[in-house]
């Protein structure tokens, strides 16, 4: 059942909950959302002995979009479903997700400890270039209202086959992409796109909550690098590869490492 929580700039924020135990927030990557996208099937993985809390981004699903943005109106976001989990929890965050719950666990909101499932942050000059240029592109795209071109754009930069994307447009899925595209431009910025998402090395230094950074094993080497490096720069910081997976981790192999990581206390 979804319920809603109001964030500080008064944004609905909607979430559901299920199972009981230890509170684990989930935080989508881009484009997706609790009804387009891997976390409603990770709750349910994780509902058997946790509390699993799902929620919709600001922009996508069931929220509301909220006035300009910033990234701290998404930390609040997080912070007041948080609230509604209790006041504390774990928070696993997916690709880009992951670089805005290793922010929250920053900024004191109750962010007991993280799950990172390959935050896609730049390990090299070329990676960051080609963010900045992604980055302005899909800008300009969403300030065009061209929000299909947005969505092109960002599958185009992930790696996407021309031929898939193409079969994309032309399905009835289609228009669920192109109303969550105007939130791309978030998810660069929770990324520091403007710096061509470079590893946040300084934030990460500065964490004091557990962190567990995980990847496929066959995932693209560049994904890899990116969470290898940001373990690297986070302090007590755990890494470890999930055979078998790619960036679009089964919630059936990446559940079970949560709650191993969450059971160590």
Do not use: N
Not at 26 to 44: E, K, N, Q, T, Y
Not at 57 to 62: A, D, T
Not at 180 to 196: K, M, Q
């Amino acid at each position: 059942m979804t319920e809603y929580v109001t964030s500080a700039d008064g944004t609905r924020i909607a979430y559901q909950a299920a199972g009981d135990g230890p509170a684990v927030v989930i935080v989508d990557g881009a484009l997706c959302h609790r009804a387009f996208g891997p976390s409603g099937g990770l709750a349910a993985q994780l509902a058997d002995g946790h509390r699993a809390f799902s929620y919709d981004r600001r922009g996508r699903g069931e929220s509301g979009p909220g006035g300009e943005y910033a990234v701290e109106r998404e930390i609040e976001d997080l912070a007041a479903v948080v609230a509604a989990a209790g006041g504390s929890a774990t928070v696993l965050g997916l690709s880009s997700g992951a670089a805005l719950a290793l922010r929250a666990a920053g900024a004191g909101i109750g962010v007991a400890r993280v799950v990172a499932y390959e935050p896609p942050f730049s390990t090299s000059d070329e990676q960051r270039a080609r963010f900045k240029d992604y980055r302005a592109g899909v800008e300009q795209d969403v300030a065009g209202g061209e929000f299909g071109a947005a969505a092109v754009r960002f599958m185009t930069f992930v790696g996407s086959p021309a031929e898939m994307v193409e079969q994309l447009r032309e399905s009835p899925v289609w228009p669920a992409f192109e109303a969550v595209a105007p939130t791309l431009v978030h998810d660069a910025d929770v990324l520091d796109g403007a710096e061509g998402a470079p590893v946040p090395a300084a934030r990460l230094a500065e964490l004091a909550v557990p962190v567990l950074f995980l990847d496929g094993g066959l995932s693209p080497a560049m994904l890899r690098d990116a969470t290898a490096a940001a373990a690297s720069a986070t302090p007590a910081a755990e890494y470890r590869t999930l055979a078998g997976q790619t960036h679009e981790v089964a919630p059936e192999v990446l559940a079970p490492a949560v709650a191993e990581f969450i059971a160590q206390d």
